[in-house]
């Protein structure tokens, strides 16, 4: 059974830290990263089989939120299990719940994290490519609603 519970920015930099305890956030997250904020402005836990093992984030991508762009991280004793498998439309539910202007959902993922770049591709649609210095940003579809 797969759970997505909103939760608290206390919670979701706690959360966010012991993610990044082995990681090298910059790589994984892009230019953005700051370890002592979490990314977005919603978060949710991610609990499948009643055990937490992650956390997914929001932030609206466009002003009135009709584009939102979505993150997701594993705890780190978590990775390589494949428990992030067959999650995003739980996670579109939860965001078009909490945003009812949502249309779109896209994730980002930069090209110096070459792992779930790799996934991703694999999952959705690559809806653009860009620049971005010294590294390459691509935008994928993963969830649209009329």
Known sequence: MIQIRIKDREWALE????????????KHFGPDFNLEKPPGEAW????????S???TWVRRFTKGGEVMNCGRAL???IRGKHLNEGLRPY??????????????VIVIVYSTNPYTLNWVKTTAPEIGVIPTGDSTM???LVGERS
């Open 15 to 26: 959360a966010w830290k012991r993610i990044n305890a082995n990681l090298d956030g910059p």
């Open 44 to 51: 949710w836990e991610i609990v499948r089989d009643d055990v």
């Open 53 to 55: 093992i992650g956390m």
């Open 75 to 77: 705890f780190p004793e």
């Open 91 to 104: 996670i579109n539910e939860a965001i078009w719940a909490a945003y009812p202007a949502a249309r779109t």
């Open 138 to 140: 691509h935008i994928f």
